[in-house]
């Protein structure tokens, strides 16, 4: 009986299969290297996912592992970086003329409706001297600057109508209480009820602050800036003007040329022991 090659091929498969189940021993399993970390491997069906749901193996930091059909962590974002504060001593500008007023009784603002009148310091239109309470302030400024050995100022017409415009501003701007951006030096103060002081106390008011003022260390601050500007030495004009404001009275005074200037203070603002 011929065979055909075929016939001969699968008797020969069937034997070898013989042999090996007879043997007793049963073939090693050639081991699998596993993969390196990291690298996906699909997780078998009805494991907890969707067949071929890549698990992600942890990483050499240590970082958490996605499991199948849970979304993969999500990094932190990173903090805001933040802005560096300005290096300390940086200088901050400090204004020349000086701060609030002394003794300031915070006046109500009028209500609407309500006038505001201006209380003019009457002062010469020439060169001569000054009557009623352009004469009370003027002498009160030069009698304190008389003790600090500051020459007396005199009266301007010119300067005293910058004044009281400025203090009809204030006035008419609901008791507004701020400083002008005129070309002199400033003062200002307020006071209520009106009528309850003359003109030496708001000169009187200011100048307590020679108290607080350091010989030592001059120069200019908030809390001296009012005397300072009274005595400066090289101020030879002053013009003052008031207005009525809702029951208090609102000052201001100008001086020509302005004191509080940098640098001039041990100059122009001398002790009282100078005589």
Do not use: K
């Not at 996912?49 to 059909?69: F, I, K, L, M």
């Not at 070309?183 to 030496?200: I, T």
């Not at 609102?250 to 122009?268: E, K």
């Amino acid at each position: 009986m011929t065979r055909s090659p075929r016939s001969l091929w699968l008797l020969a498969v069937s034997l070898a299969a013989i042999a090996a189940c007879g043997s007793g021993a049963s073939s090693q399993a050639t081991p699998i290297a596993p993969p390196p970390a990291g690298t996906p491997i699909a997780a078998p069906d009805g494991a907890g996912g969707s067949a071929g749901t890549p698990v992600a193996g942890p990483s050499d930091r240590g970082q958490p592992v996605a499991h199948p059909g849970q979304a993969a962590p999500v990094a932190q974002s990173a903090q805001a970086t933040a802005v560096a504060p300005p290096t300390s001593g940086t200088p901050v500008a400090a204004p020349q003329q000086t701060g609030d007023a002394p003794r300031a009784t915070p006046v109500a603002a009028p209500p609407a409706g309500q006038t505001t009148s201006g209380m003019p310091v009457a002062g010469p239109s020439g060169g001569g001297a000054p009557s009623g309470p352009a004469a009370t302030i003027l002498a009160a400024h030069n009698a304190y600057r008389a003790r600090h050995c500051a020459p007396p100022m005199r009266w301007s017409a010119a300067i005293a109508d910058v004044a009281q415009r400025y203090a009809n501003e204030l006035a008419q701007s609901g008791c507004a209480f701020r400083h002008s951006r005129s070309r002199y030096g400033e003062n200002l103060m307020r006071f209520a009820p009106a009528g309850s002081h003359d003109a030496s106390y708001v000169v009187s008011a200011w100048y307590e602050e020679v108290s607080a003022y350091d010989y030592a260390h001059p120069g200019f601050s908030m809390n001296t800036g009012h005397f300072t500007q009274v005595v400066w030495s090289e101020s030879t004009e002053l013009g003052c003007g008031v207005a009525v404001c809702d029951g208090g009275e609102t000052w201001v005074c100008n001086y020509g040329p302005p004191g509080n200037v940098t640098g001039r203070f041990p100059a122009n603002v001398r002790p009282a022991t100078c005589q």
